[in-house]
Nanobody, 117 residues
């Protein structure tokens, strides 16, 4: 069964940083691109960053380019380093397999990022 467990969120001041982690299980991790999504209250889920199977290719939403960095390791974990946080980055962050759209219908609980002074 596909399973995602996100962690690392929190309350930070504008300009701060966080490192999010997503532990994946239930599928062959090395065969899938991975992505991070976020959803703010009252808004649709947004794809923010993607990474290819070997980590060579990445893609970012325009709103996060230069501030977010996605990475992955061989331990079935994908990371999202988020710097220079802005209040508009406040959202619940989720991961899923796939590069431009989610590969699985299963979603984790996500990790909440709140940016506020």
């Amino acid at each position: 069964q596909v399973h995602f467990v996100e962690s690392g969120g929190g309350l930070v001041q504008p300009g701060g940083s966080l490192r999010l982690s997503c532990a994946a299980s239930g599928f062959t991790f090395s065969s899938y691109a991975m992505s991070w999504y976020r959803q703010a209250p009252g808004k649709e889920r947004e794809l923010v960053a993607s990474i290819s199977t070997r980590g060579v290719r990445t893609n970012y939403a325009d709103s996060v380019k230069g501030r977010f960095t996605i990475s992955r390791d061989n331990a079935k974990t994908v990371y999202l380093q988020i710097n220079s946080l802005k209040p508009e980055d406040t959202a619940t962050y989720h991961c899923n397999a796939g590069y431009s759209q989610p590969s699985f219908d299963s979603w984790g609980q996500g990790t909440q990022v709140t940016v506020s002074s």
